[in-house]
């Protein structure tokens, strides 16, 4: 079991800490930055703060917004992103001192819901798994810790890279690597793949193929069929689906086409 996942107290405050971050962080953007893209396609700096505020008022129970999206959007791929659309370009037109203004006022409506949430509630999170609150306040603030560094790219100002939230983002991200290794990646039996991350954080995690096909994690191998280093920011980027492996600076040591398999798989966000 993740052990973030019955930690309420510590998944509400890293949800607060990141957006808080990102809060501080956009009263310093100049009027062109809030139109930077960033790397979610088809989204500025303004469209992720919006899509923060969209999603935690949706939590908060508030009325849908009425609000008609365009019948084209090409980076939307189904109908749940359509849903998310919608706070988003509804935005799109608004100054972004009113969105960030919003963002002041429903975090902190959404704190003083969360107080009251008894955490052991069930829903449904992003991974299709049920499970208590807590848990889904850990994707939470996995979630708003990724638009944060999406923001921080964008804008060159990188931080916060070791927040609490990335702690969660790392066990939220490194649950689907088996899948990656085994699955798309199709490392037989007796292949093992390291992930050696400098950082903050910074840490080394091998997966195991075993004879039955399948990959867990294991304790590091000393002969690893393969070995990806790189810093947390890439590895990162990588199983949110933010880049290709072209775009960042990975060292790889031991089977280079069982890597590029591996690395061009690594997205296990949805």
């Known amino acids: 079991m993740n052990p973030f996942d019955d930690d ?3 998944n509400v405050a890293a949800f607060e800490q990141t957006v808080r971050s990102t809060i501080a962080l956009s009263e310093t953007f100049g009027a062109a930055e809030w139109d930077l893209p960033t790397e979610c396609p088809g989204w500025t ?3 992720q703060v919006a899509h923060i505020v969209g999603v935690e008022r949706m939590l908060l129970g508030d009325p849908p917004e009425e609000h008609t999206l365009p019948a084209e959007l090409p980076h939307v791929r189904n109908d749940f992103g359509r849903l998310l659309e919608i706070a988003v370009d509804a935005r799109r037109t608004t100054s972004p001192e009113t969105v960030l203004a919003e963002l002041r006022e429903t975090l902190s409506r959404r704190l003083t819901a969360l107080a009251a949430i008894d955490p052991r509630r069930q829903i449904t999170s992003p991974d299709g798994r049920p499970g208590p609150y807590s848990r889904f306040m850990m994707f939470r ?3 708003c810790w990724v638009h944060e560094q999406d923001i921080r790219r964008a804008v060159g100002r ?5 927040a609490p939230a990335a702690e969660r ?5 490194g649950s ?6 085994a699955k798309r990646a199709g490392a037989g039996p007796g ?3 390291i992930f050696k991350i400098t950082g903050p954080p910074t840490f080394r995690s091998c997966i195991l193929v075993g004879d039955d096909g399948r990959a867990r994690w294991a304790e590091p191998e000393p002969n690893p069929t393969v070995t990806l280093a790189m810093d947390w920011e890439a590895y990162m980027r990588l199983a949110a689906g933010r880049c290709a492996p ?4 990975i060292a790889i040591d031991g089977d280079h086409e069982l890597a590029g398999r591996v690395l061009g798989n690594m997205t296990v966000t949805p």
């Open 246 to 249: 072209t775009a960042v600076d």
């Open 191 to 193: 292949s093992s793949v």
């Open 141 to 143: 603030a996995f979630d």
């Open 158 to 162: 990188p931080g916060n890279l070791d």
């Open 176 to 181: 689907g690597m088996p899948a990656v290794v």
């Open 8 to 10: 309420m107290p510590g």
């Open 169 to 173: 983002a790392r066990h939220i991200l």
């Open 45 to 47: 700096v303004r469209d």
